[in-house]
């Protein structure tokens, strides 16, 4: 059997190019830690406030280094709107929705997840260095959603 060379280079370029998208998908998982969410819990949104963690909103120290950082999303303002976290520690951010689907993105971070209606999110990041961090609502949730921002102060 004749295979053009065209036609080898062409299957040759895309066992490359998924060898590539591999290497890029393990090192995203492995090296980077990027993991798709598990199901932490789930929540009545209407009895949010009412909920333990959530009606107490806020940064608590959990163990020593350990920090719980438990904030909810809602149109369109996160609360609370300002957290203090010292560098170094272990920071878990857990939080849901009272209304609609919004993003929890923090800028300069791999901190990224969705605050879903119904639904608990959870995810644990170290900051290495004091600094500001915005955090912003990447999901459009309506008129408000370019003015539904936060802020982590690592201190
Ligand atoms: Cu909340 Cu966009």
Redesign the pocket.
Known sequence: MQIHRYEKAFLGISVVLLIGFMGALFYSAFGMGIMLPTDEGQIDPAAVRTTPPFDSPGVRETAPGKYEVVMI?Q??AFVPNEVRVPAGAEVTFVGTSTD????FGIEGTRVNMM?VPGQISRLTYTFAQPGEHLII??????L???V?YGKVIVE
């Open positions: 999303g149109a369109w609609v689907l919004h993003g605050l609502c990447h999901e459009f949730c309506g408000g959603h370019h539904m």
